[in-house]
């Protein structure tokens, strides 16, 4: 079935460091890619998508590129602000009005 | 604009009882996804409803049942419950007329089982 796999945190940074969070997937069709940030206490909001190979989705200074030829989804940020502190989940939604699969988040902790 | 709206936001159960969660989705929004998200895990789906029929179904117990009204607003019952049922249940809705599938999530009840 569907997957996908994210790394491990919790991830440590300064304030104004480069981020990035791996993320790759599994499907049987042609999915859309997400990356989903919550905050603490908070819903799920959507934070960036991409929905054919090679499409780059980018909102509020973070990046991520579809590669199908790696199955990846990888999340960027060039530089972190301590407001980015959260935890972040990557997501596939595979063809059709279908249920998000989720990574297991990762966890980011931005220092002063 | 107008949110996915949840209630009850918070909600502590005896086990054993009962619990009802309702979800209104965004307005022109015709689907509607439960999630189950445990303490520190990713969220799960549990069951989704297209125009009032249930579209797919994931794992959910047979002691939780769900359905979609007309005014496509929805309601996820769950009886015998258990310590394990403790968790944070989010309603997500979507627009069938879009060519992705952008879920719009709400803020989720708390739902603990004591």
């Known amino acids: 079935g569907d997957s996908v796999t994210q790394m491990e945190g919790p991830v440590t940074l300064s304030e104004e460091a480069c981020l990035t969070i791996?993320?790759?997937?599994?499907?049987?069709?042609?999915?859309?890619l997400f990356w989903y940030v919550q905050y603490p206490g908070e819903g799920l909001q959507l934070l960036l998508k991409?929905?054919?190979?090679?499409d780059k989705g980018s909102n509020k200074g973070f990046e991520a590129t579809y590669r199908k030829e790696t199955t990846s989804f990888h999340l960027e940020k060039g530089s972190v602000q301590v407001s980015d502190s959260a935890v972040y989940f990557c997501?596939?939604?595979?063809?059709?009005?279908?249920?998000?699969?989720f990574g297991t988040g990762t966890r980011l902790l931005v220092s002063p | 604009a107008a949110g996915v709206i949840q209630s009850p936001r918070h909600l502590i159960k005896e086990k054993r009882e009962t619990a009802t969660l309702k979800c209104y989705p965004i307005?022109?929004?015709?689907?509607v996804y439960w999630y189950q998200q445990g303490p520190g895990q990713d969220p799960q789906f549990l069951i989704s409803?297209?125009?009032?029929?249930?579209?797919d179904k994931g794992s959910i117990p047979d002691r939780f049942s769900a359905q979609q009204f007309s005014d496509y607003h929805s309601e996820l019952n769950m009886s015998s419950l258990e310590l394990g049922d403790s968790a944070l249940y989010f309603c997500?809705?979507?627009?069938?007329?879009?060519?992705?599938?952008?879920?719009?999530f709400g803020p989720g009840t708390r739902l603990t089982v004591l």
């Open positions: 409803f297209y125009e009032k029929m249930q579209s």
């Open positions: 997501a596939l939604s595979d063809t059709g009005f279908q249920k998000l699969v």
């Open positions: 791996n993320c790759t997937y599994t499907a049987t069709g042609y999915p859309s």
């Open positions: 307005p022109r929004h015709d689907t």
């Open positions: 997500a809705s979507s627009f069938s007329g879009t060519s992705y599938n952008e879920q719009f």
């Open positions: 991409a929905t054919k190979a090679d």
